[in-house]
């Protein structure tokens, strides 16, 4: 890895530090918010929340995917973690749900930059051997970001009030975004994009990764309904006060930091497909008895096992991705698994609210654990269609910074 490489690895993984904490900080809140009855009166107004802010999140991801090709990726960086910023400063002033909902809106709009952009501009910068360790490196500082806003937030929100995180991340969002920019100073994301100049092609985009639609969505499912109903099923299911609810979230992401830093050589190892079906296999375990434990040390131990399994599939489909879509479609192929990814994570969501309502809020973790199921068949099916095909995992070659 040249000097150039690591300059442009280390902005990107800056910018995803801080994209990363905003997303989760507010909902981190939301068990507070439910027991005072401020804002929230029901687990259903966390599931509209959450579906609001993700549509919106998938109509900018496709509208970035299509527009950002080709342009610079700095300014789009900063721009979008300057926007998350913002948003979170502005919503302790929220006086009603209606402004409540605005205000995440907003924050779900400066997140939508990063994922299409920021590993776009990875893929193009990045080949070989290197591209699975840069992969994993970037999705690394991404949790490394929701860690800190797990033990951070809760911390904070419990000692001081639920506003002050959001004041404390707003400001670090907006202090990331000018880092960021800074350290990226000598790089360009247009030059990098090679023939992007060629026109985007959704048609091919979506044929070349019909196949990573059922890992994409369930793993947004995963990620959803652990932001929006963890923390509830912690202090209201098993009594945890919320910092206490921070620090075992924050197991959950410090298990997926150290299964991102070590995806690479499970990858070498098993392939990304067998990476994809071990790690489903484990969530499926997981989830599963964590929707039917009572007991808080041991749900604690189930979550953070829950957390390595799901996050190690993440830099799995992301080198996928990057290495069967075309040049000049891959920052769409991103937006398109990005968009695929918050789809399953809105639906379900949304639907687990109601579910919570009506059956106890350990129910969503109870259907994860059988959608994960499923999808841990399905990777072990294509992994062994693939090895059929040709025995090693494809690489992408031949792209330089």
Not at 362 to 391: D, N
Request: with cysteine; net charge positive.
């Amino acid at each position: 890895m040249d000097a150039k490489q690591k300059k442009l690895l280390g902005a990107v993984s800056v910018f995803h530090v801080f994209n990363d904490a905003s997303v989760v900080t507010l909902p981190t809140i939301f068990p507070l918010l439910y027991t005072q009855g401020y804002l929230i009166k029901r687990y259903a107004d966390i599931g509209a929340l959450m579906l609001v802010g993700l549509a919106v999140s998938i109509l900018f991801h496709f509208f970035v995917g299509h527009w950002a090709k080709g342009r610079h990726y700095r300014p789009l960086l900063f721009l979008g973690v300057l926007t998350v910023g913002l948003f979170l400063w502005l919503t302790p002033y929220a006086r009603s749900f209606g402004m409540l909902l605005l205000f995440y809106v907003g924050v779900r709009i400066g997140s939508s930059i990063y994922h299409p952009v920021g590993v776009s501009w990875v893929t193009h910068s990045f080949g070989g051997r290197l591209f699975d360790r840069a992969m994993g490196i970037q999705s690394a500082f991404g949790d490394v970001g929701v860690l800190a806003a797990f033990l951070g937030t809760g911390y904070l929100a419990q000692h001081y009030g639920w506003s002050v995180p959001l004041h404390v991340w707003g400001a670090l969002c907006a202090a990331g975004a000018f880092a960021g920019l800074v350290l990226s100073r000598g790089t360009n994301g247009a030059d990098d994009a090679g023939d992007e100049s060629e026109a985007v092609s959704w048609r091919e985009t979506i044929l070349d990764q019909r196949r990573l639609v059922v890992p994409a969505v369930v793993g947004g499912v995963a990620w959803g309904i652990n932001m929006a109903y963890a923390p509830s099923l912690l202090n209201h299911r098993l009594g945890a006060p919320i910092s206490l609810t921070g620090i075992i979230l924050g197991g959950w992401i410090a298990a997926g930091v150290a299964a991102s830093l070590t995806y690479s050589r499970i990858a070498a190892r098993i392939g990304r497909h067998g990476v994809i079906a071990l790690g489903f296999s484990a969530t499926a375990v997981s989830t599963l008895l964590i929707g039917l434990s009572t007991n808080l040390a041991l749900t604690a131990a189930l979550i953070a096992i829950f957390g390595y399994a799901l996050l190690l599939t993440f830099p799995a489909l992301l080198t996928l991705v990057g290495a069967s879509a075309k040049s000049k479609n891959r920052t769409a192929a991103f937006s398109l698994i990005a968009n695929l990814q918050i789809v399953g994570n809105a639906v379900f969501v949304f639907v687990s609210g109601f579910m919570s309502d009506a059956w106890g809020i350990h129910t969503p973790f109870l259907m994860l654990g059988a959608l994960s199921t499923f999808v841990a068949f399905y990777a072990a099916a294509l992994r062994k269609r693939e090895r059929r095909i040709a025995p090693a995992p494809p690489l992408v070659e031949g792209i330089r910074p």
